[in-house]
């Protein structure tokens, strides 16, 4: 990404932006939530569906347009990943897409 | 005056497996910023200031992929949402600290920090600001020590292809996906979620699957009937 502004980079700006909005959620829920008695329902399903929801954008469109491999490996991870450790499943993925790619899938 | 078992160093002790745990990943981060255009003291600025491994790997991919400023920053809110949660929780049991020292004590509140706090409260020790730094400085010092690392060798890799590299985002991400597993209603929250982001990936574009697809997700998961959790004798009597 290019583009300055106030000599800055926007890149920096960006970050720094991320930084703030981050900051705002790990101390916002103490501000805001703690004062209701509780969250009500609905908004509680909400906010527990949206790491899921957000991540899964992430991994989809990359398994159905990604190529063989990339299914392949993604569809094994998937398999996997239900048994074994985030790590573990990580670095067995690493090595799939590794062989998997150099196999010509 | 701490006792021993409440203090800095015991917290530095208990964050040794996370310290280790993180390092691939923030290592891979400094690597990846480079492959995805930021410079190596932008990889580590955004290490030492969002410090959110899912959201920082989150925003690269997008700086990638030359998205509108806002989006970027709006895709790392969105992705540590969850954060306003684990405040709220923990929160409640910050009562030993002052002021000042909860509000920079929420800075390092990282998933790993968060589960380690509430195991700690839970066993009924003191959560002592002191112990809770003990355990924030170690993993956050090696997290931006490991973004400027991966940065300098990310730069010396010429074909990441050939590593792997450029696609450990996806594997990484289904890991997290997959972690949050046992929350109410998530396979719908996915299905949902996947179709959503593969049919906007394909009639809309990038990036726009990233937020609409999010959206179908949360969508579904209002939309579903609430999940009544069991107590934990009801949920004994059921699987015995």
């Known amino acids: 990404m290019s583009g300055a502004w106030s000599s800055v980079p926007i890149n920096i700006w960006i970050i720094l932006g991320a930084a703030i909005v981050t900051y705002a959620t790990r101390v916002g829920g103490y501000l805001v939530l703690s004062r209701f008695k509780r969250i009500p329902p609905r908004v509680d399903a909400a906010l527990n569906a949206v790491p899921a929801a957000v991540l899964t954008t992430l991994v989809a469109p990359a398994a159905v347009f990604g190529g063989g491999a990339e299914a392949l490996t993604l569809f094994l991870c998937l398999i996997i990943g239900l048994r074994v450790p985030l790590m573990g499943m990580f670095a067995i993925g690493w090595m799939l897409i590794i062989a998997l790619r150099a196999a010509g899938l | 005056m701490s006792q021993s078992g409440d203090g800095f160093f015991k917290g530095a002790r208990d964050s040794l497996p996370i310290v280790a ?3 691939p990943f923030g290592l891979l981060f400094g690597a990846l910023a480079i492959d995805n255009g930021l410079s190596v003291g932008e990889a580590v600025l955004m290490s030492a200031t969002v410090y959110a491994g899912a959201s920082q790997m989150v925003g690269i991919e997008l700086f990638g992929a030359e998205v509108a400023p806002w989006l970027i920053v709006f895709s790392v809110f969105a992705v540590n ?12 049991r910050m009562g030993l600290m002052p002021g000042w020292r909860k509000a920079l004590a929420f800075f390092f509140l990282v998933d790993p920090q968060f589960a380690a706090a509430e195991a700690r409260a839970e066993r009924g020790r003191p959560l002592t600001f002191a112990w809770y730094m003990g355990m924030a400085l170690p ?3 090696l997290w931006v020590l490991e973004a400027w690392i991966g940065a300098l060798f990310g730069s010396l890799i010429a074909n990441p292809e050939i590593y792997g590299l450029d ?3 996806s594997i990484y991400f289904l890991g997290l996906v997959l972690g949050f597993r046992s929350r ?11 179709l959503g982001s593969v049919l906007a990936y394909m009639f809309v574009g990038s990036p726009w699957h990233v937020s ?10 209002v939309m579903l009937p609430l999940d009544h959790k069991p107590d934990p004798g009801e949920a004994l009597k059921v699987s015995s």
């Open chain 2, 184 to 194: 109410a209603n998530w396979l719908p929250v996915v299905v949902a979620s996947s």
């Open chain 2, 81 to 92: 949402f969850r954060h306003v949660l684990y405040s709220a929780a923990l929160g409640r």
């Open chain 2, 139 to 141: 993993i956050y010092v």
């Open chain 2, 212 to 221: 609409l697809g999010g959206l179908a997700g949360v969508v579904v998961a």
């Open chain 2, 167 to 169: 696609f450990l985002l």
């Open chain 2, 21 to 23: 745990a993180a390092a």
